[in-house]
């Protein structure tokens, strides 16, 4: 049922298109008849070795790529994006307080008022103080800009988020904090998510099912329970084993 759905994605075959400024050589394809759900409030994990498409798969999703076969059904609005590096995701000559306030303001339904209200809302619920609104991305800590790029992603109240290995860049201890905020927002914002990483440690621990991708296509997927404790294609058995 559509309703219980927030993302569709039927038969995508996408990728890029040699050839100069017209673009107009070969297609080299990087996905490859790419089929899946992302169900509402839940986590689904996506798992591949560095250049399997993940990446290209995002960008297929938010519609920066369209996809040469196959459809990409939205049931909410576009889903907004969590990066890796927050630091290269953040504008360095802009504090806090504008980078959360600007979408509000192109967005242009609220008074200034409101933009400040909301701003400061979104920052208690990623657990930031107020007096990192007038601080510029180079003068916190790398868990802080996670936090702030967090607070960007939902700033316009998205029901879907894409993140792309949003923990890698981080040290251990606050990769545990940053899991355990995303799981806080899921419950008080009614959030699904789709979570690439490579860390299958850091899926194990997240996510509610799990998609396997090789080479652009989905080789494996279901719930974390099967594909850590039962995985089927030699590719995922392969990829665990690395990661023990």
């Known amino acids: 049922?559509?309703?219980?759905?927030?993302?569709?994605?039927?038969?995508?075959?996408?990728?890029?298109?040699?050839?100069?400024?017209?673009r107009r050589g070969a297609v080299q394809e990087v996905l490859h008849d790419v089929s899946f759900d992302v169900r509402h409030g839940?986590?689904?994990?996506?798992?591949?070795?560095?250049?399997?498409?993940?990446?290209?798969?995002?960008?297929?999703?938010l519609g920066m790529l369209r996809p040469d076969s196959g459809e990409v059904v939205h049931y909410t609005k576009r889903p907004q994006m969590i990066f890796q590096d927050p630091y290269?995701?953040?504008?360095?000559?802009?504090?806090?307080?504008?980078?959360?306030?600007?979408?509000?303001?192109?967005?242009?339904?609220?008074?200034?008022?409101?933009?400040?209200?909301?701003?400061?809302e979104m920052l208690s619920r990623v657990e930031l103080?107020?007096?990192?609104?007038?601080?510029?991305?180079?003068?916190?800590?790398?868990?802080q800009r996670q936090r702030v790029s967090i607070a960007a992603a939902l700033i316009r109240r998205p029901r879907f988020l894409i993140a792309d290995e949003p923990v890698s860049a981080l040290d251990v201890t606050i990769q545990a904090q940053i899991?355990?905020?995303?799981?806080?927002?899921?419950?008080?914002?009614?959030?699904?998510?789709?979570?690439i990483s490579h860390d299958l440690n850091v899926v194990y621990q997240l996510c509610d099912r799990?998609?396997?991708?090789?080479s652009g296509r989905i080789v494996e997927?279901?719930?974390?329970?099967e594909?850590?404790?039962?995985?089927?294609?030699?590719?995922?058995?392969?990829?665990?084993?690395?990661?023990?």
């Open 179 to 195: 899991l355990e905020l995303l799981r806080q927002l899921r419950q008080e914002l009614d959030l699904s998510y789709l979570f």
């Open 42 to 61: 839940e986590i689904l994990g996506l798992v591949g070795e560095s250049g399997t498409g993940k990446s290209t798969l995002a960008r297929t999703i």
């Open 227 to 244: 594909i850590f404790e039962h995985p089927q294609d030699p590719y995922t058995r392969q990829l665990l084993e690395a990661a023990q």
């Open 1 to 22: 049922m559509s309703e219980d759905l927030v993302l569709s994605l039927r038969h995508v075959t996408s990728g890029y298109r040699d050839g100069g400024l017209f």
């Open 88 to 120: 290269s995701s953040l504008n360095p000559a802009y504090s806090v307080e504008w980078t959360l306030e600007e979408p509000l303001r192109i967005y242009g339904k609220y008074d200034r008022a409101e933009r400040k209200r909301r701003v400061r």
């Open 210 to 214: 799990v998609l396997v991708m090789k």
């Open 129 to 143: 103080p107020e007096e990192c609104l007038k601080a510029r991305p180079g003068e916190l800590s790398g868990g």
């Open 221 to 225: 997927q279901g719930t974390v329970e």
